[in-house]
């Protein structure tokens, strides 16, 4: 029997629903709102490959769960710390450029940073910092840093990121020593700034911390940039603070993990997200720093304008991996927070 080449179009199309699952399947463990559901949707609905979705909070989450061999995971999204943890332990499969012309689009800048020297092992997914963001319709005064926000006067007015390396960095920026700075003395020197810095706070919430401040809980966070520019587009008296002590930048990555077992699909998705027009709505939904060069050529002034996404100036750290003092932070902060 001879078809027309019409109708063997539409055989294809009717066979599609089969065709999709054997195209396989992608397991993503990654930040809770940061990877839009669209891009999920569209990424099955062009390759097949169903993307299994799981979230997490925290670095420190995402670490302890994989070096417990927790989670059969294809992909990860780390962030440039946590990634230098897991190539160390060797964690992490190498990545083969072959399948990423994509990556070309990623700013040659946040490529082979100290985490991943050869960029062997991870690709920029997004960039951003964490600053202060403050309802300037209730709070009048400047705020320019930490010791201006953590203060009684703003007691119970106060969401921060439920994270412990954070809240000691913030502490150590505020005593004025460097994020990276973690020795016993001077974790030693912020815990008495710290236990009186968590009987101010109201919420702590890595998750989405723009939530106490949109219903009005609160009136001041201390949040990823990502959270701060969402309320700044609902309403301009979010303004977003750079704190002047110093603030910390990060680098959120995609990588796979050595354990992986559909690599080539892991391959796919990173691809996909790299593509320009992609990566646009991934800024839309989730408006960080855009590492992809060729996306932000597809963003609006509007976008581009945001002052928590592209914020000038700022004196500004990444993380390093800094090995067993992580669970004494950890520690710290946790018997901190029980006494409350
Ligand atoms: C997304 C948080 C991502 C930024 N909710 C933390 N690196």
């Known amino acids: 029997m001879k078809l027309p080449i019409s109708s063997l179009l539409a055989l294809s199309v009717l066979l599609a629903p089969s065709a999709l699952t054997a195209a396989g399947v992608v397991n993503l463990f990654g930040w809770s709102e940061y990877v839009p559901q669209a891009v999920l949707d569209g990424f099955t609905a062009e390759t097949g490959i169903k993307v299994n979705f799981e979230t997490f909070a925290s670095n420190e989450e995402l670490l302890s769960k994989l070096v417990a061999g927790g989670g059969a995971y294809d992909l990860v999204q780390p962030s440039d710390y946590a990634a230098e943890v897991m190539i160390r332990r060797q964690m992490l499969a190498p990545l083969d450029p072959a399948k990423l012309p ?18 062997a092992y991870t690709v920029p997914y997004m960039t951003g910092t964490v600053g202060i963001v403050v309802n300037t319709g209730k709070v ?42 973690v020795t016993p003395a001077n974790l030693a020197k912020v815990r008495p700034l710290l236990a009186e810095w968590v009987k101010l706070v109201k919420v702590f919430d890595s998750d989405s911390p723009k939530t ?62 790299l593509r320009p027009e992609v990566s646009r709505l991934i800024s839309a939904a989730f408006p960080y720093t855009n590492p992809n060069l060729a996306a932000r050529k597809l963003l609006t002034p509007e976008e581009l304008a945001n002052p928590a996404s592209y914020p000038k100036g700022g004196r500004l750290e990444t993380f390093r991996d800094i090995g067993k003092t992580a669970t004494v932070i950890d520690k710290l902060v946790t018997d901190l927070k029980s006494a409350l």
Request: aromatic letters at 10%.
């Open 140 to 181: 009048h005064e400047p705020i320019r840093g930490y010791r201006d926000i953590f203060q009684p006067k703003f007691q119970n007015r106060l969401v921060v990121l439920n994270d412990s390396r954070e809240l000691v960095t913030w502490a150590l920026y505020a005593q004025g020593l460097a994020a990276n700075d």
């Open 102 to 119: 994509n990556l070309k689009n990623i700013d040659p800048a946040l490529m082979r940073l100290p985490h991943d020297p050869a960029g």
């Open 212 to 273: 106490a401040l949109l219903n009005g809980d609160v009136d001041i966070g201390v949040v990823w940039s990502g959270e701060a520019a969402i309320l700044w587009t609902q309403d301009r008296k979010f303004q977003y603070v750079l704190p002047a002590e110093g603030a910390h930048q990060f680098v959120d990555v995609l990588a796979i993990p050595a354990k992986a077992k559909n690599r080539d699909e892991a391959h796919a998705f990173i691809n996909y997200i």
